[in-house]
């Protein structure tokens, strides 16, 4: 069973600092990871993902994540966060077993950027 | 822009009373889902849905029902409600695709939160 285990319930920051949210997951198959931010009063939106090939991925807001395969991790790194990166992030793995696909979950980590 | 919608976003109930929270998708996706997220807990699969005429039970024991007689259509049911019951509901949709196709990257809609009295 895939399981996922985000180490930070809250990171405070200051505006323009680097920030990393930590991400481990456990499973016996190879794995798809997702990152998804929740905004207050809103869905959760995907972020970033790692299907395959590059290990390192990126978002479109200057997010980037990577997969390590020997620590069974995808931190997810910003090297300047902004006011508006304030938000929940969720850390997801689905695996192929059963050919479900179902995604888990972490318990989320609240980023909170300080002006 | 959402393809997902869910109503009620918000819903404030007396103990006993029967509720249905809608969900609909745009994007034709075959699986739905419907995951219940509390404050600094994980968010726990409830239900979810392969296509029309297909209902599954997830991780999470729940009371809710689900149906699913339209592909686009995945409301949830509570008979009977309870202050137990009070949570953020969320919908999701995937595709299903074939066979290496099939990521598990879900689409949410915006939630409904519940308060049960």
């Known amino acids: 069973a895939q399981s996922v285990t985000q180490l930070d319930s809250q990171v405070p920051v200051f505006e323009e600092a680097p920030v990393e949210l930590r991400c481990n997951y456990s499973?016996?198959?190879?794995?798809?990871l997702f990152w998804y931010v929740q905004y207050p009063n809103q869905g959760l939106q995907l972020l970033l993902k790692?299907?395959?090939?590059?290990?390192l991925v990126e978002s479109i807001n200057g997010f980037e994540a990577e997969f390590n395969k020997s620590q069974t991790s995808f931190h997810l790194r910003k090297p300047s966060v902004h006011i508006s990166d304030t938000a929940e992030y969720f850390c997801a793995v689905s695996d192929g077993a059963g050919g479900s696909y179902i995604p888990t979950f972490g318990r989320g980590t609240s980023l909170i950027v300080h002006p | 822009e959402a393809d997902i919608y869910q109503t009620p976003r918000y819903l404030v109930i007396g103990t006993g009373k029967k509720i249905t929270l809608e969900c609909s998708q745009t994007?034709?996706?075959?699986?739905m889902y419907w995951y219940q997220q509390d404050p600094g807990m994980e968010l726990h699969l409830i239900h979810y849905s392969y296509g029309v005429n297909s209902t599954e039970k997830g991780d999470l024991s729940s009371e809710s029902t689900v149906s699913r007689i339209r592909t686009e259509h995945f409301p949830l049911t509570l008979e009977s409600a309870r202050p137990s019951h009070t949570s953020q509901y969320l919908c999701a949709s995937s595709e299903l695709g074939l066979a290496g196709t099939n990521t598990g990257e879900l689409f949410f809609g915006e939630g409904s939160r519940l308060t049960v009295l």
């Open positions: 790692y299907l395959s090939g590059s290990t």
């Open positions: 499973s016996s198959v190879s794995v798809y």
């Open positions: 994007m034709g996706h075959d699986k």
